[in-house]
């Protein structure tokens, strides 16, 4: 990793911005055929990031990048699960991943964010992509409708000079900013899912026996007004936050974090018995998660990927896997445009179709959970062939053929609006 300073090209195969879990896949993907490719991150790495938990469909990507060994051989805390905890603080039985596929890939990580993305920036680099930090792309430069290249200054610097880099094809990385969908006009948000966030972490949590130690587990809090994840994490530590409607956490703009936080605390039992004799270390931090879709994926000589090309709410933890799965099939779409000499929207952006298809799935479960009166555990009563397609869809297999089958059996499912409760339990409440 280099300073723009060092930099001694002023051209690129290929130009990806951002260096997140998308950004890197991207390009090391690309570097891995042959490709040049520079990468500018804004930030230094590691950077703290939040998004720490992976399902189990991460695992095909991963170990197309060689770094399923290295997942093993760290410390990370071992995911093999997922479980729900009720409104009225009843437990669920763990949704256990390897009874519905017993194979090495079900059992996953929970994963400090900046440690994952440096183990991937640095697998950029060793496929050879140049990875530059503190950059901040300012613009990208179009010759007719064809994008041609970026300028890109020291990040932070507004005095600073100025450089261009060309290049055949320029990724969009940049995360949750979308640079190029903002500039584009092509972001489409959903108005039903306006989410706000807030997050800690904590150090001596209580945590389960066993290989329930490191599950992800989501808890309903009373009314069902918002909903807390627990992710443990290495060193003693657990990732806490708490998700509700923009206009209920956060009512009138301004909000006292502590109050806050006290608020939803006295809601959820279940959360206080987990943190009783935790400390929290550091501040509490917002976000405010406002889910949305790019209308395209790419243009002649350019391609988004990641949460550039859209953001889904968070409870099913989908965010780092559809990251590397964008990159994935974008840097393929890439690397064949590059090696026909076509590098127009239309080859660049042909997974698109496929992907937003994948992408409906997690999103139509994510209406479900938010729908009041709707319950998984009926569900499934009634249609006992639809566990399968649920599972699938919770590891995150929504590329498999059939598991929109699910679906069918749900029927319509519509979120309620910001100003009303939105949680159903997971599950019934029921004796598991």
């Not at 964010?113 to 503190?134: K, P, S, T």
């Not at 904590?202 to 066993?210: P, T």
């Not at 959360?271 to 998660?289: F, I, W």
Request: with cysteine.
């Amino acid at each position: 990793m280099i300073k723009l300073d060092s930099l001694d090209t002023s051209a690129a195969d290929v130009v990806v911005i951002g260096g997140g879990p998308a950004g890197a896949t991207t390009a090391a993907l690309i570097a891995e055929a042959g490709y040049s490719v520079v990468v500018f991150e804004r930030e230094s790495i590691p950077r703290f990031h939040v998004g720490e938990s992976l399902i189990p469909a991460t695992y095909w990507t991963l170990d197309r990048l060689g770094l399923v060994e290295k997942l093993k051989a760290s410390g990370f805390p071992k995911k093999f699960s997922v479980q729900f905890v009720t409104e009225s603080g009843k437990e669920t039985s763990p949704f256990y991943f390897d009874e519905f596929n017993p194979h090495e890939s079900s059992q996953t990580w929970q994963v400090w964010g900046d440690d994952f993305d440096r183990m991937l920036i640095e697998c950029a680099e060793q496929r050879g992509a140049e990875v530059v930090c503190e950059a901040q792309v300012t613009e990208v430069v179009f010759d007719a409708d064809q994008l041609t290249g970026v300028q890109v200054r020291p990040a932070g610097d507004q005095e600073g000079d100025s450089r261009f880099v060309s290049a055949q094809v320029v990724v969009d990385a940049s995360g949750l900013s979308a640079f190029l969908a903002s500039r584009m006009d092509l972001k489409e948000p959903d108005p039903l899912l306006r989410k706000a966030t807030v997050w800690g972490y904590f150090r001596g949590a209580a945590r389960d026996a066993g290989r329930d130690e490191g599950a992800t587990i989501i808890l309903q809090t009373e009314g069902k007004r918002s909903w807390f994840w627990y992710i443990p994490l290495p060193d003693d530590m657990v990732s806490v936050g708490c998700t509700g409607n923009l206009r209920y956490m956060f009512p009138g703009g301004g909000v006292d974090l502590e109050a806050l936080w006290s608020r939803e605390m006295a809601r959820c039992p279940a959360m206080q018995r987990r943190l009783a004799d935790a400390k929290r270390e550091g501040p509490l931090r917002t976000t405010r998660d406002f889910s949305y879709k790019a209308t395209t994926a790419a243009g002649d000589g350019w391609v988004l990927v990641g949460d550039a090309v859209g953001f889904i709410d968070p409870v099913y933890s989908s965010g780092v896997y559809l990251a590397l799965k964008s990159g994935e099939m974008a840097a393929d779409a890439v690397v064949n445009g590059l090696a026909t000499g076509d590098v127009s929207g239309e080859r660049l952006g042909a997974w698109k179709e496929s992907y937003d298809e994948g992408v409906m799935h997690f999103h139509k479960l994510v209406y479900a959970f938010y729908t009041p009166g709707f319950s998984f555990g009926a569900l499934l009563r009634d249609h006992p062939e639809c566990t399968e397609h649920l599972a699938n869809i919770l590891m995150g297999n929504v590329f498999e053929p059939g598991v929109g089958a699910l679906f069918e059996a749900i029927g319509d499912v519509t979120p309620p609006s910001e100003d009303e409760p939105s949680m159903v339990p997971m599950a019934e409440e029921e004796e598991n």
